[in-house]
């Protein structure tokens, strides 16, 4: 310390002059990059806390929209007219009853999904394996159906999901209709009802446009149809 402090006072004024000042300006920007690293810390901070609000209002939401239409289904399987045709159909020998009946089944169906714009279409499938079909139809490929009606025969009357694919990209929600009249529960198999669902809508009335949002289910992606990464990548940091 003694040796470089004799340098400095052997050193001439414009060279103690010329160290003084780059000292001056080294503090300086030491301090300027230690201010903007604290605030960029404290941006990126207020930035991830914003972002997790958003997404989990956005998630709440989409969740409460899904649980509705759950519900909705419970609805349309325990309403007694839909239960009181299904039961007619699956009890009448006449071609002719049965068509007038599906025919009021229809009209009755179009009361849900004119009523809910989160539903493409409503398809029930009576105790004959004939469907009905109401809203925004696409056909359902045939071993899909297979799929849905074995997957909702397997729950006992509890709802199950299937995820978009290639073939539809509208989440759907199956599950049986079984007979109950009053405090009579026979629980004798009416049909399976299956109702597509428009996540798109859901996802824009629940997340407002806030970014881009990916929903999915393990490693299944349920919204959108093309994700705009792919989802494995934090598959880990998930679990």
């Known amino acids: 310390m003694q040796k470089w402090m004799t340098i400095y006072k052997n050193m001439k004024i414009k060279n103690k002059l010329s160290l003084l000042i780059s000292l001056i300006v080294a503090i300086a920007f030491t301090f300027a990059v230690i201010v903007q690293q604290y605030a960029f810390s404290i941006y990126d901070e207020q930035l991830y806390l914003k972002s997790s609000q958003v997404l989990h209002l956005s998630s709440s939401a989409i969740e409460s929209e899904l649980e509705r239409i759950e519900q909705l289904s419970f609805n349309i399987i325990t309403d007694t007219q839909i ?32 009523s809910e714009p989160m539903l493409y279409s409503i398809h029930l499938i009576d ?34 999901w299937v995820y978009p694919d290639e073939t539809d990209s509208a989440l759907v929600l199956s599950r049986e209709i079984r007979s109950y009249s009053g405090t009579l529960f026979d629980l004798n198999y009416l049909g399976t009802i299956i109702i597509r669902i428009n996540m798109d809508k859901i996802v824009r009335k629940s997340a407002g446009g806030e970014g881009d949002l990916i929903v999915t289910s393990g490693a299944d992606v349920i919204y959108p149809a093309t994700p705009y990464f792919d989802p494995s990548v934090i598959q880990s940091s998930l679990s």
């Open 127 to 160: 105790s004959y394996d004939k469907q009905q079909d109401v809203g925004s139809v696409v056909p359902i490929n045939p071993a899909k159906k297979k799929f849905i009606l074995q997957l909702a025969g397997d729950a006992d009357g509890e709802e199950r």
């Open 83 to 114: 239960q009181n045709m299904l039961r007619s159909i699956a009890g009448s020998d006449s071609d002719y009853d049965r068509l007038i009946l599906r025919q009021h089944l229809v009209d009755r169906l179009l009361n849900y999904v004119g």
